[in-house]
């Protein structure tokens, strides 16, 4: 095993480790080179978390995916075009699978003329040095690390730098993605590329970024570790005009964003796992827009009507769990943890971050920070002993009572300590007479 494969497994989860081998065995089935690529091996690389598996593949990609759709994956997007797929596996993780291509452009964010090429070919027309690196899966070249723009260099320097001078005009859509990558990484932006930026903005070709490209940018937006930093920064630029030139001063809510963040933070640190939850993000990100600006905004960007269904959605879903846990019949720990239990993570997220209810952010906390930490620590034996088959009443009252002897029980006081009698010093004649013996 090379050197960049081990480094590569030992980063990764064990759901993505089972992912990363079902991608080989597919690809070994019909022959195809299998790479991995783009933001897996700049994050792999760079030391930092891999959020998503990027493959490319000389050969058929849809293919691939297809296999993998078969075994436990789902397509959640399909760009006929690029010849890409985006899934999503059991246990959250995403990929996306696509193959090695050659893209030319007739025209400043235009449509590109798509054609199948060599790995190589494919690095080298990509945006950033950092995104143009693969490690080879094929069997005949596993662990092989390609690098033709020299992005390794690029990583240690902490520096962004384009592969050649056209990605600007080629993609517009790469503009939004410098601000994002380089408020994320917190890299520098080479002086040369720099140039090439402020070139590409003296020329205007914001305006024709399409909008398909301004939602899946906001998409990842709300991905990220921190929005409200990377909407700042966009706003900084003057792109944040480019999805609602009403997303500024006390329209961009970035007090309530920030606190979706902190809110996801504390949900992960019960060791949850919070999916990307755009609704949410959308929620707080509108919420001080006029419904006509909702509605420019959500043209600007193509919003799915789906999307827009889901968020207005939230807030009432959100209601629900919230008087759940304030219900004057949650009394107890096992109550508390009976109700949220069931809640989805980002369900928790959402009204940690909006909620005004004392109670409702008391008990959240509680169930993260003790009662769920307690519960984990209880070995997988004991939870045999609930009795009666999953849902049946039988099942409820044995799991409350499982509950209830973990949670409700209160430590007994320590026991006072038993009260010292000073000893009482001799008088100092005896003392006298004591040292002259």
Not at 165 to 183: A, E
Request: hydrophobic share 40%; glycine share 6%; aromatic share 6%.
């Amino acid at each position: 095993m090379s050197d960049y494969m081990f480094m590569l497994e030992s980063r990764l989860s064990a759901d993505q480790n089972r992912v990363l081998e079902q991608a080989q065995a597919a690809a070994n089935a019909i022959g195809a080179n299998l790479f991995l690529t783009g933001g897996c091996m700049r994050d792999m690389l760079g030391g930092f978390r891999i959020r998503d598996l990027d493959f490319s593949v000389e050969g058929n990609a849809i293919k691939i995916a297809k296999a993998l759709e078969d075994q436990d994956a789902r397509i959640v997007a399909l760009d006929e075009n690029r010849r890409t797929v985006e899934l999503v596996f059991s246990g959250g993780v995403t990929a996306q699978v696509a193959m090695s291509r050659k893209e030319r452009y007739a025209k400043t964010g235009g449509k590109p003329q798509v054609t199948p090429a060599s790995i190589q070919e494919d690095l080298l027309g990509r945006d950033f040095t950092i995104n143009a690196m693969a490690l080879s899966l094929s069997r005949a070249s596993r662990g092989l690390l390609l690098d033709p723009t020299n992005g390794l260099a690029d990583l240690g320097h902490r520096e962004m730098r384009t592969t050649h001078p056209y990605v600007f005009y080629d993609d517009p859509g790469r503009l939004l993605r410098l601000v994002r990558l380089r408020v994320r990484l917190a890299f520098t932006v080479e002086e040369r590329t720099q140039m090439q930026y402020e070139n590409a903005r003296a020329a205007h070709v914001e305006d024709l970024i399409p909008a398909r490209t301004l939602l899946d940018e906001l998409q990842r937006i709300a991905a990220e570790p921190s929005p409200p930093e990377m909407l700042q920064a966009l706003g900084d630029a003057g792109l944040l005009a480019l999805f609602s030139p009403a997303l500024s001063g006390a329209k961009l809510n970035l007090p309530a964003l920030t606190r979706l963040e902190k809110a996801a933070r504390l949900v992960e640190s019960a060791n949850l796992t919070v999916p990307p939850n755009f609704a949410a993000f959308l929620h707080v990100l509108t919420e001080r827009l006029s419904p006509k600006e909702k509605s420019a905004l959500f043209k600007a960007v193509d919003m799915p009507k789906a999307e827009i269904e889901r968020m207005r959605n939230i807030q009432p879903h959100a209601h629900k769990l919230e008087q759940a846990i304030k219900s004057p019949r949650v009394k107890k720990p096992s109550h508390v943890y009976q109700v949220l239990a069931d809640a989805r993570p980002d369900e928790l997220v959402f009204l940690l971050a909006a909620s005004a209810q004392r109670t409702v952010q008391d008990r959240i906390r509680n169930y993260l920070q003790k009662y769920l930490p307690m519960m984990q620590e209880v070995p997988a034996a004991d939870w045999k002993a609930i009795e009666g088959p999953p849902g049946s009443a039988k099942y409820i009252r044995s799991r409350q009572a499982f509950l209830a002897a973990h949670l409700d029980v209160r430590p007994k006081p320590p026991a006072p300590e038993p009260e010292t009698v000073p000893s009482t010093p001799a008088p100092p004649e005896v003392v006298a007479r004591g040292r002259g013996r």
